[in-house]
């Protein structure tokens, strides 16, 4: 797979995100996704997104960095939302926070088969 087309596929990605367009999810993810280390597979994923979106209704998923290096990318993410309650252990509670979150991702047939993420949860506190 060439830069371009993964970019291009983790593009489409972001975007059913932000769309929230669950029935596409498995286009971009292999059945058997894994997320930091643990198999929760493609239903797991979907079920953690929605949550996501219940918690963090303003939820928007903005790429700063993008760095493609087939067959892995790796994206720098920037929100600037209001989590309802309790959002990383954090009593956020309607709180406007901005943070980022850095993102691994392993593609297999043009799908995401691995994912890691690291959220900066101090730039949380920070705000609180």
Known sequence: ?????????????????????????GEFLQRDVRYNGRLIALQGYREMLERDFREIPDLHFSIALLIC????????????????????????????????????YEFEADRIAQVWSVIDKAAIEAQL
Request: glycine fraction near 6%; include cysteine.
């Open 69 to 104: 290096d087939p067959p892995h990318i790796a994206s720098r993410l920037a929100f600037d939302c209001t989590p309802k309650g309790t959002f990383l252990g954090l009593q956020v509670n309607g709180k406007r926070v901005q943070f980022t979150e850095n993102v691994f």
């Open 1 to 25: 797979m060439i830069r371009a087309e993964l970019r291009e596929i983790y593009q489409g990605y972001i975007a059913c995100l932000n769309e929230q367009d669950w029935p596409r999810l």
